[in-house]
């Protein structure tokens, strides 16, 4: 099992307000398209659909994945699991208080890679991951 952690971000919201967007999947075709340009760089948001369980899209080089919420924490975890993909991912959006009107955001993936597919998938899916954690930083909550 390999795990990712993005870099810890800060957000100028409360930590209810960006649980609220972020545990319900179909609010995220909402927020990227509200991503400013200068954060999309990279980030193929094609074939996206989201229903407030699931959200599935085509990453390059892996293809199509769909995730599924399998736990939430009010205010503080979503914990999704791949449903569809060449990898078995463990996806925690972790969400911290900072005071009343911020908080810090973190993911974390584990993914299932034996050392063949290590070496091939872990440099884009560390990119992927820091992208998802930069774009969930910037977006209106």
């Known amino acids: 099992m390999k795990r990712i952690e993005s870099a810890v971000k800060q957000i100028p919201y409360p930590q209810e307000s960006v649980y609220n967007k972020v545990s319900d999947l179909s609010n995220l075709k909402y927020l990227t398209d509200r991503i400013p340009e200068d954060q999309r760089q990279g980030i193929n948001l094609e074939n996206l659909e989201c229903t407030p369980d699931k959200v599935s899209t085509t990453v390059s080089p892996i293809g199509q994945i769909e995730f599924g919420v399998v736990a939430r924490d009010p205010f503080k975890c979503v914990k999704m699991e791949t449903l569809r993909s060449p990898i078995r991912l463990t ?3 972790q969400i ?3 005071g009343e009107s911020s908080c810090k955001i973190k993911l974390t993936v584990d993914a299932d890679l034996n ?3 290590a070496k091939m998938v872990e440099k884009p899916l560390t990119e992927a ?4 954690a930069d774009m969930l930083s910037v977006l209106p909550y």
């Open 91 to 93: 996806m925690w959006i």
């Open 96 to 98: 911290v208080s900072t």
């Open 115 to 117: 050392m063949f597919m």
């Open 129 to 132: 991951v820091g992208k998802l």
